[in-house]
């Protein structure tokens, strides 16, 4: 009798019309020690559901909650620092001169010793004549070239 | 979303997350890549899952696409994956399917059938979920289900009743 559920049940199962817990029937029946000798084929295939059934995943899952960057969040620190700047920069007494001629001493000193400065400069990069004497040297070879023109005559 | 929430939802089905993925990649290490590589979207997403109508049965189908992805960038690479190519190291499941030699037939004989209906026998018969879901993992509508399943299963019984009867395998 019972038997004869499990064949009928096998019938439905192989038509995939039957239900879970049918299935359930089903494996319990197959995985037990009582099965029929003409049955004995699904044997391997309930026990193999249930052993995959039982595998399980081992690794740990890995959430790391990176924070993502925020880009905004730069664009904030620059207006903030230039705020800053404006609020510190505020112009102070820079040494403004009234009257006129003092101030044209002052200019006139500073820009001195500004000429100064470039003349002392300008004066170690004279050493660049050196250079232009080397390439007058090699004007020796404009003669080569005069040379060679009269051996090579220019074909007219 | 704190992460212990977000763990209460997806213990329960990331075994079968990770199963799923290695019924498709076969490489035991591949499919747990794949389940590490799911949960993290799942992570990464948090702000939706409350939107998800199924949590479970959208992962599902997020880890069978996943896996159909790899597979495809694998084989873009010639690189093709075979059991041989990985080796299993954890012993312990795997040496007790081949102890059992008849029920390694079966995996065998899973194994060689098409990709749907191999999916399929892994959602139905193995992890035990509805037609419905089922139909809602794999985008399939029921009937379609059901006659893969049902294809499925004849081979599989055809197989070894042959096995069983004659020996071949």
Known sequence: MVLNSIEKLLEKYEMGETSLKEEQVLKNYFTS???????????????????????EFTKAIPLKSKRIFDYKWISVAAVAILMLGIYFNNPRDVGTINDPEVAFNEVSKSLAMISNHMNKGTSTVSYLDEVNKGTSTLEYLTEIENTTRIIFKPNK | MTQREFLNIVMPFKDKVFRLAKRILISTEEAEDA????????????????????????????????????????????LKIVHSNYEDKHTTLQRQVELNDSVSWVAKIIEELPEQQKLIIQLRDIEEYDYDEIADMLNMNQTAVRVNLSRARKTIREKLTNTHNYGIK
Do not use: G
């Not at chain 1, 020690?33 to 044997?43: G, I, Q």
């Not at chain 2, 997020?62 to 992805?69: H, S, V």
């Open chain 2, 35 to 78: 389940t590490q590589e799911v949960m993290l979207k799942l992570w990464n997403n948090k702000a939706k899952i409350a939107e998800y109508r199924n949590v479970e049965a959208f992962s599902m189908t997020m880890t069978k696409n996943y896996c159909f992805d790899k597979l495809k960038s694998k084989q873009s690479q010639n």
């Open chain 1, 33 to 55: 020690d009582s099965v029929a000798p003409h049955l004995e084929m699904y044997k391997p295939m309930f026990a193999y559901f249930l052993v995959s059934q039982q595998e």
